[in-house]
């Protein structure tokens, strides 16, 4: 059985995703403790031209879920508006990201390894293979949009470190 691609996606993938459910409860208890407003959260920028918390967690979803999708599909796309969203539904994005991987098989995933697909915007394709895309484009993405959700908790006081940000790692030999 070859594990190779499900090892580069849906263990990568779940170790994050599981990370940031955490942080994101982390974030709502000091919250909570603290009298910090969840809408706030849900708006905070970590820098004026950056887009808000909300787009960093919708994109961790849409860059591990929707990825995944995307691969299966031979489309990937930006990820959809959710103006109205709201902290809640942000950690329900998450949980859905992470009961979608429980679904993923090692086979599964090696089906989609290696087959064309395209990342769309607009009128823009950009044509990728599927292992290319994973590797330059959506664990990029997926990492750096998770990084963001976990700093702008932390700029927001919430104690974190970077056990928090790693979660649980495989190891052994």
């Given amino acids: 059985m070859q594990r190779a691609f499900y090892e580069a996606s849906v263990s990568c993938y779940r170790q994050i995703l599981d990370s940031t459910a955490n942080v994101l409860k982390a974030g709502q208890d000091y919250a909570d403790s603290n009298g910090r407003s969840l809408d706030e959260i849900v708006q905070y920028r970590l820098h004026e031209t950056m887009l808000p918390f909300s787009f960093q967690v919708i994109s961790v979803w849409h860059h591990s879920y929707g990825a995944i999708k995307g691969m299966r599909d031979g489309v990937f796309s930006p990820p959809p508006s959710k103006p109205d969203i709201d902290y809640a539904g942000l950690c329900a994005l998450v949980d859905e990201a992470r009961s979608f991987m429980d679904e993923e098989s090692p086979e599964s995933m090696q089906a989609l390894s ?13 044509p990728f293979t599927t292992d290319n895309f994973l590797a330059t484009f959506s664990k990029p993405n997926f990492y750096f949009h998770a990084t963001t959700t976990y700093a702008a908790l932390r700029a927001m006081g919430t104690p974190l ?4 940000y790693l979660g649980t790692m495989s ?3």
């Fill in 171 to 173: 190891i052994g030999h």
């Fill in 114 to 126: 290696g087959q064309n697909m395209l990342f769309k915007m607009g009128d823009t394709e950009i």
């Fill in 161 to 164: 470190g970077k056990m928090d």
